[in-house]
């Protein structure tokens, strides 16, 4: 199993609710991934502020007290003020008036060890190991606020139980892919990828995954193109969920084997694995829902 959960928010005064939420999507899902779990959230004022550039680390090691010193480390590196917060055990680092590739370049000479959970202008990315509804609380989720995240819930079929191996994989800027499945043939496309420059951070095979996204995405192909060419490029099993930084899309491969449902109001575009997880989103009684058809990408632009 593994659970997917997203939700895309087009009315404004649901923003202050995307935490709680998507909070409670995820909890529902937590019997299908009890592993470990990982959230997407765009647009928190406190965790991704507007304008400024911002950065998700895990495996930094910074405790709480060390935190005055990792920002003065990363500031005198970048050159100019950053803040930082753990969240859990991630350290969320964000700067203003600068772009998230070059704080991440400041960020990983600092901690090249560290792994790099997400980045982007409007990103945050918070993973870890354990049941998905006591991290929900650990992060702090049912504060936040955004419009538009992104959830999962791992029971883990291709690589070890570690932070680094669980959803969502976020290896592009703004960008965030969630997998219910397993890719196959994911070896091949890693040697493949490795072949044109891309590295990897773990074993998974999703991360090969939102690999080539990425990878088709930095060669100019929009998200829709990206996924028709997963479905030709990766074989196996996948109800894929990517976001973006204006877009929310969904595909599934040719059987669909693996559950999903999508729903869609005036007010906002909801995807799971199973309906439960949407059943107490406002206004879902008047909702469109549908079972998304094998091979088709479904995709929404903000
Ligand atoms: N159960 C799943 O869907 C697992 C997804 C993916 N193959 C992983 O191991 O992370």
């Known amino acids: 199993m593994c659970g997917i959960v997203g939700l895309h928010l087009r009315n404004p005064e649901l923003h202050p609710r995307l935490g709680e939420l998507l909070g409670q999507m995820l909890g529902e899902m937590q019997d299908r991934g009890a592993d470990s779990a990982g959230i997407a959230i765009y647009g928190d004022p406190t965790w991704s502020p507007a304008g400024h550039g911002c950065v998700s680390l895990l495996e930094t090691?910074?405790?709480?007290?060390?935190?005055?010193?990792?920002?003065a480390?990363?500031?005198?590196?970048?050159g100019s003020e950053v803040t930082a917060q753990l969240v859990d055990d991630t350290l969320v680092l964000a700067a203003a008036d600068v772009d998230a590739e070059t704080l991440l370049t400041a960020v990983t000479s600092v901690y090249p060890e560290a792994l790099v959970a997400g980045f982007g202008a409007d990103l945050t990315v918070l993973k870890g190991v354990g049941a998905p509804r006591d991290l929900v609380q650990s992060w702090g989720l049912p504060s936040a606020s955004g419009w538009q995240g992104v959830g999962h819930t791992r029971m883990a079929t291709e690589s070890a139980v570690t932070s680094s191996g669980a959803h969502p994989f976020a290896v592009g800027p703004e960008q965030c892919l969630v997998h219910n499945g397993s890719f196959s043939n994911h070896a091949t496309i890693r040697r493949e990828l490795r072949a044109e420059g891309v590295s990897f951070d773990s074993e998974?095979?999703?991360?090969?995954?939102?690999?080539?996204?990425?990878?088709?995405?930095?060669?100019?192909?929009?998200?829709?193109?990206?996924?028709?060419?997963?479905?030709?490029?990766?074989?196996?099993?996948?109800?894929?969920?990517?976001?973006?930084?204006?877009?929310?899309?969904?595909?599934?491969?040719?059987?669909a084997c693996k559950p999903a449902v999508i729903a869609e109001t005036d007010d906002w575009v909801a995807m799971a694995s199973e309906y439960r997880a949407l059943a107490n989103l406002p206004g879902v009684e008047n909702a469109r829902i549908w079972e998304p058809e094998p091979e088709v990408v479904y995709a929404w632009t903000r």
């Open 61 to 71: 090691g910074v405790e709480a007290a060390e935190l005055d010193a990792a920002t």
């Open 73 to 78: 480390a990363v500031g005198a590196e970048l």
């Open 204 to 255: 998974n095979d999703t991360e090969v995954g939102a690999r080539f996204v990425a990878h088709q995405l930095a060669q100019g192909k929009d998200v829709e193109t990206a996924l028709k060419e997963v479905c030709t490029t990766f074989d196996g099993f996948y109800t894929l969920l990517v976001s973006n930084h204006d877009s929310f899309a969904v595909v599934r491969d040719a059987i």
